[in-house]
């Protein structure tokens, strides 16, 4: 025997080698999911079974196709499992390389089982096998046509699996914004101070929209009271305090590695005025509503207070701070 007699375990360990060389390189093509699929798929299985059987007689090619992606469908989740148990867990990198070693390893013992085999069984299949495999010279018409619906719905299948595997629906769309301490920590937030004392907290946003999009923040200074009675917020004092705005690209969730933000900035704010004030955050995407005019520099009494309001309720995406302000 020579090589060709070996070709479709060479091909399978090269591809799962090219896998790895598509995955660190070129991590979005679609050549990487179509091959991923069949990785996952059908090479762990192929390589074991023919490991299991290298001779011609003991399974016939149907089986063996089945078998391959039946028992795929069992390794994969079994190395998994297996990972699960081990400090580098359930994740791109040890699946990769968990799996490359499977196909390769078992790959070789494939080739080795073949060569001692008496009457290796090696995949050369042409359209006249297939006539034998299938029985066709024998079958009737209604097994003829029924053959070939069931291998139409076969190949529909495998085609749709892969258009759905390649072209993924986009994942939930959201924003990050958070806000931290000086220290860069949830912890540590200044809800003390004194007339015209600076103060700094960090702000955050990381865009998870699957598009460009450009942020506006309003930092607002809020006096309000809530009746219980009524259920109700009146708002006493509102002022503009500063406004922000950036743009940001798609970031991509990262679940394998460690958070890191997009996009930060220190801001500094001081307070004027003596009492208990709230801070608020408020966040626009695309486009910032238009503003009223104050009345002397106050928005309490204007359309802006529907902005507080809309932020209590959650239905603007927001942060505050409640803040006591002493006098000196």
């Given at each position: ?103 390769v390893l078992f790959g070789i ?124 917020t009146h708002i006493h004092n ?91």
């Amino acid at each position: 025997m020579d090589w060709r007699d070996y070709w479709d375990l060479l091909t399978i360990t090269a591809l799962s080698l090219i896998l790895d060389l598509l995955i660190v390189f070129f991590p979005n093509s679609i050549a990487r999911k179509a091959l991923g699929l069949a990785f996952v798929l059908f090479f762990p299985g192929y390589v074991f079974i023919t490991a299991l059987f290298p001779n011609k007689k003991e399974l016939d090619n149907l089986e063996r196709l089945a078998l391959s992606f039946g028992l795929s469908i069992a390794i994969v989740p079994l190395i998994g499992l297996a990972l699960n148990y081990t400090p580098w867990g359930i994740r791109l990198t040890p699946i990769l390389v968990s799996l490359t070693i499977f196909n390769v390893l078992f790959g070789i013992t494939a080739i080795y089982r073949r060569m001692k085999a008496i009457d290796p069984w090696i995949p050369r299949i042409d359209v006249q096998k297939l006539k034998e495999e299938l029985e066709w010279e024998k079958a009737s018409r209604l097994d003829k046509a029924l053959t070939v619906i069931l291998i139409i719905a076969i190949i529909s299948s495998i085609a749709t699996l892969g258009y759905v595997i390649t072209h993924p629906k986009p994942g939930e769309k959201f924003t990050e914004f958070y806000i931290l301490g000086p220290s860069g920590k949830a912890a540590d937030y200044p809800t003390e101070l004194f007339v015209g004392e600076n103060a700094t907290v960090i702000l955050g946003i990381a865009n998870h929209e699957y598009r460009n999009v450009t942020y506006y923040v309003e930092v607002w200074l809020v006096n309000l009271t809530y009746d219980f009675d009524t259920n109700q917020t009146h708002i006493h004092n509102m002022y503009l305090m500063d406004t922000l705005n950036v743009t940001l690209p798609h970031k991509p969730i990262d679940i394998e590695g460690n958070w890191t933000p997009q996009w930060e900035t220190n801001y500094t704010f001081s307070i004027d005025k003596p009492g208990k004030w709230q801070l608020w955050f408020l966040l626009f995407k695309d486009k910032e509503p238009p503003l009223p005019k104050p009345i002397n520099g106050d928005y309490a009494q204007t359309d802006a207070a529907q902005r507080i309001l809309d932020a209590i309720n959650g239905t603007i995406l927001s942060l505050k701070l409640n803040i006591d302000v002493r006098e000196i």
